[in-house]
C-alpha cells in the first residue's frame, strides 16, 4: 500500500531482516496483478530463468 504506482518499489522495499522472499512474493504478485506486466522492469523481465517455456505454458 505504500508504493501501489511502483512494481520496483514494492518489490525493494520487501528488503527487511526477516522474511524478505515472503514478503517480495506477495507484494509483487499483488503489485503485479494491479499494475500489468508492463510495471515490471524491462531488464527484469528480461532476465526470468525459462521464459520461453513460461511463455509456451501461457499460451
Not at 510495471?39 to 511463455?55: N, Q
Amino acid at each position: 500500500m505504500k508504493y501501489p504506482n511502483s512494481y520496483e518499489k514494492v518489490v525493494r522495499g520487501a528488503n527487511t531482516d526477516g522474511d524478505s522472499d515472503s514478503i517480495a512474493c506477495i507484494g509483487s504478485s499483488i503489485s503485479g496483478a494491479y499494475l500489468g506486466i508492463d510495471a515490471i522492469p524491462e531488464d527484469w523481465v528480461k532476465r526470468i530463468e525459462k521464459s520461453s517455456y513460461l511463455d509456451d505454458l501461457a499460451a
